[in-house]
C-alpha cells in the first residue's frame, strides 16, 4: 500500500503523459500484462464501467433495444463480404488458424465489429415488415491489433464496448435512429461523464467503412489532441445488398431495408481520466462514479467508538440516495486515507471528529474545487445532494470552456497551421474531398477533420479554395 | 412469423434431442452461425442470462467480490507455468497466430479460464496480508475448441460465464471460500433455476486441471445424463508456486496464498430448458423469467378499446412487483398467442376478454400445469404472487422427484452396468483411484464418476473391491 499513498509526482500541464500513466497506476484503475498492447481493468475502472453499461441499459430498454449476443469469431468469408468494409478492418484483424494441435481450414477473425457476423443471422431473421425495426444491442470485446503506443483505456488491442444494430423499412427510419443513438450518446457524455462534445458528420476518409454516413460527438483533451466518444453511423443499404437481407413490404414487394450501428467504448474511461483529473489524481463526476461519498472518521482517545457509530448512523441515513462508504482502516492516518480518496477521485468527502460531534456537524470537501464547509448534521442528506449536483454541472462547464478556448478560427492554411502547432482544433471550411484531406494530413503533420457540425456554414476550402463547410480539425487519439 | 406458429412436432419423452432441437429454435433462444460450434444468444435466452447475471451480481457484492476484466489472451508461456493446467486445456485451445499480415512471435491462446493470465497480475497485485483475501470475479467469453459434435447452450466452442478468483492467507480460508461459492450456486440453482443438485467433491480423474480438489453441483436431465451445473475449486498452493505469488505475513515472513476459483455457465441455460420444458415448449420458473406474466386481452367488436385499456390498467397495478407484458399486437387471435408465450415458457398467463371485465375478474393459466382458475380483479397482484410462488416451488419439486427417481444403488458391478444401460444415476462404493476410474469408463460405455458427496458412506469399490467410498456415476453432458 505504500506505494500507493506517494500522490502524482509530475502536474497535469507539464507531463500530460507520464500524468496520465501515473494517475492509472495510482487510483487503481489498470495494469499491463505480458501481452503487449492489453490491459487489466481492475475493480475501480471496471466498477466505473458498469455504471456507464447501466445507464445505457436503461435507455436501451426504454427504447425496446434488445441485448444478444453473437460469436467472437467471423470467418474470413464473411468478414470479406462488404467490400470497404473489410479493407478498413483487415489490417488490425488477429487471426485465429490453430485449435488445439489442428489446422483451421479457414482462419477466422476475432470481431473488430460485429457488422458482418450480425449481418448474416439477420438474413435469416427478417421475413417480413412485421420484423422491423429490428433493434439489437451487444456488450462484448473487442479485439484491433493496432501497432501504435497502446495507452491504457485508449489505444488498446483488446477493450470492451457496446455496438447497437438496427434494420428498418426506410431510409428516413434509419436517418432517424441514428440521431437518436447520437443524442443518447450526447445525453450520457454531457449529463453524465460531464465532457462537452461537438455533433456532426465525419468526411469521407474519416467515415466508417461500409457507411453511408458517419455522425460522431467529439470532445477536446487537455494535451490539444482530439477524442472521438462515441459514433454512430447510417449504414444505408450497403451491408444489406451484401449479406442479402429483404424483407416482404405492406405492399407485398420484397423490399432492401435500411440499417444503422452505433457505439461507445471504455475509451470513455480514458476521457473522463484527462479531462477531470488534476495533480491530486481522479476526479470522477458524481453521475458515475462507484463511490460517491466517502466518510472519515477522524479517530482518537476515549471517542473512538462514538465517532465510528456516528459514522455508520450517517452512512446508514444516506446509503439509500449516495454511494457512500465509510473509510474506518486501522493503521491509516486521516491525512493518508485523504490522499487516497482524492487519488481515486470520490466526489465529496466527509470528515467527523469528536468535535464536530459536540456541536453537531461535519466537515465536507469538494473534490473539485477543494472547497470545504461545515453541514449541521440533520441537514446533510440535503447539502450532499445540492453539492453532488453542483460538482456534476460545474466538472461540465470547465469541461465546455476548455472546449471552447480551444477552437481558433482559420482563415488561411498558414493560420491553420498555426493553430494546430498550437496544439487547438482549427476551425475552417473545407470541401471534404478525401484527397484534399490526405494533403491536409500530410502537410499539418497529422491533423485530419474530426466533425463537420450539421448545418456547417459555407465558404471556400482553406486547402484547396473549392465549396465547403465549416469543419473542425485536429490531431487526434 | 407463420414458422414459429408450429409447435413442437416431436414429444419430449419420445426424441429428447429432436425435442431440445425445436424448443431452442421455436422458444427464439438460440441461432446457429457459419462458425462450426459457435451460436448466437438470441435476446430471450440472452435476457435469461441476465437474471442470472443480476442474482450473482448481488451476492458478489454481499460478498465483497469485484468484478474487473482481464485480456482475453493469454500467451502461450503463460499458460505453460502451470504444468497439470495446461495438460488439462491446451488440446482444445484456439491460438492466435497472425495480426494483420504480421506473424506474432509467440501465438496466444484465447482464454479457456483465466487462471494463467488473473494469476500473473495478481503475483503483482498482492505484497502484505493487508491485501487479503483478494476476491475477484469476472464475465466474460471463453473458448473451448471441442471437437464433439455442438448443442446450444451445452457445448459449444464459445460460451459465456463468471469466473471468480480467490487468493487468501490459509488452508482453511480457502476451503471455507470454496465451500461458501458452492452453497451460492447452490441458493441459484435450485432456488432460482429451480433444479434440484447433488452436492460433492469431483474424483482425481474428473476434478478442475491444477486443482487441490473440485467441489461441484450435479444435476441429472431427462435424457439420462448428468449435468455438472457449476463448479468450485480450492487450487491449493499449486498455481501461487508456479506464478510466485507470496505476501507479507503478520509475523513479518513470507508466506505462499491459498487460492480458489469457481464458474457458472450460460450452460445453465440448457439445463433450465431440459429440466422444466414440456411438449409445448420451454417452462420458465418464475424467478428468471424475463416475462413473468403475459396479460392476452380478448378482443372483438366494441369492446375492444375498453378491454385494452384495462389491460394496460391491470399491467400498471402490478407492473412495479412483475414484469409483465400485454401482448396487444394486431393481427394474431388470441389462440395463436396462447401458444406463443406457451412455447416461450412465460409462467403465467391471464386472460381478459369483455365478460370477464362485466364480471370484475379474469382468468389466470400456469404454464406449468396448465390449471385455470378465475381471479377476482381486486385479487389479481396477490394471487399472482401465489401463483408465481407456486409454480416456482412446483417445478423444484419436480425436479427433486425426476433425480431422486434417476438414481439407483449398485451392490455389484452387473447392477452398475444395467443401471448405466438403463440411463439412470448408479451410485456405488468407488475407491477413486484414476486407472480404476478409467476401466469403469470404458466397461461401462461412458460412464464416469459424477460426484461424490460430501460424508459419502464407506464401503469397497464396485469395480476394483479396494477401499472407496459411495459415489454417483453416469454418463454425462
Known amino acids: 500500500m505504500a506505494e500507493k499513498q506517494v500522490g502524482i509526482t509530475v502536474p497535469k500541464e507539464k507531463d500530460f503523459s507520464e500524468w496520465y500513466t501515473q494517475v492509472v497506476a495510482?487510483?487503481?484503475l489498470a495494469d499491463y500484462t505480458l501481452v503487449s498492447g492489453c490491459m487489466v481493468f481492475k475493480p475501480y475502472s471496471y466498477a466505473i464501467w458498469e455504471k456507464i453499461q447501466g445507464?445505457?441499459?436503461?435507455?436501451f430498454r426504454e427504447m425496446e433495444v434488445k441485448n444478444a449476443y453473437f460469436p467472437v469469431f467471423i470467418p474470413e468469408s464473411l468478414l470479406k463480404k462488404e467490400g470497404e468494409h473489410v479493407e478498413g478492418f483487415s489490417p488490425e484483424v488477429a487471426w485465429v488458424t490453430k485449435a488445439g494441435d489442428t489446422e483451421l481450414s479457414e482462419k477466422l477473425a476475432i470481431r473488430p465489429t460485429s457488422e458482418t457476423i450480425m449481418y448474416d443471422s439477420f438474413s435469416k431473421w427478417i421475413r417480413s415488415w412485421r420484423d422491423l425495426p429490428l433493434l439489437i444491442n451487444q456488450w462484448c470485446n473487442i479485439v484491433r491489433w493496432e501497432f501504435k503506443y497502446p495507452k491504457p483505456f485508449?489505444?488498446?488491442?483488446?477493450?470492451?464496448?457496446?455496438?447497437?444494430h438496427t434494420v428498418h423499412e426506410t431510409e428516413k427510419e434509419a436517418d432517424r435512429q441514428t440521431m437518436r443513438m447520437l443524442e443518447v450518446y450526447k445525453e450520457l457524455i454531457e449529463g453524465q461523464l460531464a465532457i462537452a462534445v461537438i455533433l456532426g458528420k465525419k468526411s469521407e476518409a474519416e467515415k466508417f467503412a461500409g457507411a453511408l454516413y458517419t455522425t460522431t460527438l467529439e470532445s477536446l483533451m487537455p494535451d490539444g489532441k482530439c477524442l472521438q466518444m462515441g459514433t454512430s453511423h447510417n449504414l444505408g443499404q450497403n451491408f444489406a445488398k451484401a449479406f442479402g437481407i429483404s424483407f416482404l413490404g405492406k405492399d407485398g414487394n420484397s423490399h432492401m431495408p435500411w440499417q444503422t450501428s452505433w457505439g461507445v467504448s471504455t475509451r470513455l474511461i480514458g476521457a473522463v481520466i484527462m479531462a477531470h483529473g488534476d495533480d491530486k489524481g481522479l476526479v470522477l463526476p458524481p453521475n458515475i462514479a462507484p463511490t460517491q461519498i466517502v466518510i472519515i472518521p477522524i479517530l482518537f482517545g476515549e471517542s473512538r467508538d462514538a465517532v465510528l457509530k456516528k459514522c455508520k448512523e450517517l452512512q446508514s441515513s444516506i446509503k439509500k440516495k449516495f454511494s457512500v462508504l465509510v473509510d474506518d482502516r486501522d493503521g491509516y492516518t486521516p491525512g493518508w486515507k485523504f490522499n487516497e480518496w482524492e487519488m481515486k477521485g470520490v466526489p465529496l468527502r466527509i470528515e467527523i471528529g469528536p468535535k464536530d460531534i459536540e456541536k453537531g456537524h461535519a466537515i465536507a470537501v469538494r473534490r473539485d474545487t477543494g472547497e470545504k464547509e461545515t453541514i449541521k448534521l440533520e441537514k446533510l442528506k440535503e447539502r450532499c445532494t445540492?453539492?453532488?449536483?453542483?460538482?456534476?454541472?460545474?466538472?461540465l462547464k470547465n469541461s465546455r470552456k476548455a472546449l471552447d478556448d480551444g477552437?481558433?478560427?482559420a482563415k488561411n492554411w498558414k493560420e491553420f497551421l498555426k493553430i494546430i502547432e498550437s496544439r487547438k482544433i482549427a476551425r475552417a471550411f473545407f470541401c471534404g474531398r478525401k484527397e484534399c484531406e490526405a494533403r491536409v494530413k500530410e502537410e499539418s503533420k497529422g491533423a485530419t477533420s474530426r466533425v463537420i457540425p450539421f448545418e456547417a456554414e459555407q465558404g471556400l476550402c482553406v486547402k484547396c479554395g473549392e465549396k465547403g463547410l465549416k469543419t473542425y480539425f485536429g490531431r487526434s487519439y
Open 55 to 59: 445507464l445505457l441499459d436503461n435507455k
Open 386 to 395: 445540492e453539492l453532488l449536483a453542483e460538482i456534476q454541472e460545474k466538472l
Open 154 to 164: 485508449l489505444r488498446t488491442r483488446e477493450f470492451l464496448w457496446q455496438e447497437g
Open 407 to 409: 477552437i481558433e478560427d
Open 26 to 28: 495510482k487510483a487503481d
